[in-house]
């Protein structure tokens, strides 16, 4: 049987003691199954000899590209350029510190096979230290409320495609983060499975615990995606909502107003002159956008929400 190209995506940012092994177990779950792979390292701007550790593997690995940063850039940018190179019909992704278990691959691959076009991975029994995790699950819960998603491990490294996602996907910033967001908002055919989890090995996080830049994208991910394509509609609704806080506020005001000591009765003027000023200016900005929606939502912007097309031979011509 003919299996199509498997492109396995690794974004590397010092993490030179984890290369060797991750290659020689990620050749070996391909040579188990019997097919064909190519491997993808993207060394994203290492200083601690990723680089020179990875051309030494490439003559033992005649499927390892390897590509380099001239400086860090971040995952997001490093993924990019993977699934800019990449050939194969499938796309995985897997972190280079060994913490997703190369041996879990044929269980994404067995889950794109049943027809879905991303999977994500999700680490059940997670070996990062409590704190990491009880942030995790802080921002997975934001995002399941906010977007309604169903994936539940958002941040998880693995992760697979089909070639149609991936070469679709346009990651900036730290947006990796929110890739299942991002897919699903789309449209596409989303699956999450259970992967193995596994202690860093060597080196440490590149991240730090504390990731507000992440609360920033999922502020700006939620503004895009439910204002692309009524956003007068949008920001009027949410300008109601601060003018019922503001009418609520008035009242307590009135009820409580001789009651209140000087500071109260400033906080209380304050919080109204915000919440009117809020609700006075959202509608505007949705009419702004509104404006520019009318010029990108073009003839090539419908295109793109077209999943599937039938054309039928058997027209006649009139
Ligand atoms: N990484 C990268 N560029 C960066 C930061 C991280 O390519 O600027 C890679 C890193 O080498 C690893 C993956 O992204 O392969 C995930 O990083 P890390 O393990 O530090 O994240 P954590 O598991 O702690 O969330
Ligand atoms: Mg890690």
């Known amino acids: 049987m003919d299996y199509p190209l498997v492109s396995i995506i690794v974004p590397a940012f010092n993490e030179n003691e984890s290369l060797e092994e991750l290659c020689s177990r990620i050749k070996s779950v391909f040579d188990e199954l019997n097919r064909p792979f190519e491997l993808i390292i993207v060394d994203d701007g290492s200083t601690d000899g990723s680089f020179e550790k990875l051309e030494s593997l490439a003559s033992n690995y005649p499927n390892l590209t390897v590509l380099r940063h001239y400086k860090n850039h971040g995952k997001s940018l490093a993924l990019m350029q993977g699934f800019d190179e990449a050939k194969g019909e499938f796309a995985i992704t897997i972190d280079a510190d ?97 992967v193995n989890h596994q202690k860093r090995k060597f080196g440490k996080s590149k991240y730090k615990l504390i990731r507000y830049r992440g609360l920033l994208d999922i502020i700006a991910l939620s503004t895009a995606t439910t204002t692309q394509i009524r956003p007068f509609h949008f920001f009027c609704e949410v300008a109601f909502f601060f003018f019922v806080l503001a009418c609520i506020t008035l009242v307590f005001f009135i009820t409580l107003g001789e009651g209140l000591s000087v500071v109260s009765k400033i906080l209380f003027c304050f919080s109204l002159a915000w919440l009117m000023g809020i609700s006075t200016f959202l509608p505007f900005w949705g009419y702004f956008l509104e404006i520019n929606a009318s010029y990108h939502q073009g003839r090539e912007w419908r295109k793109n929400l077209i999943e599937k097309k039938i054309d039928s031979d058997l027209k006649t011509d009139h």
């Open 98 to 194: 060994l913490q997703d278990p190369p041996e879990e691959i044929p269980k994404l691959l067995q889950e794109l096979e049943k027809g879905y076009e991303f999977v994500n991975g999700r680490r059940l029994d997670r070996k990062d230290e409590f704190k990491k995790r009880f942030i995790s699950k802080v921002f997975n819960l934001i995002i399941s409320l906010i977007f309604n998603l169903k994936i539940k491990d958002v941040n998880c490294g693995y992760k697979a495609f089909t070639k149609k996602v991936y070469k679709w996907l346009d990651l900036r910033g730290d947006l990796h983060r929110l890739i299942p967001v991002i897919i699903n908002h789309k449209g596409f055919k989303c699956s999450e499975v259970e």
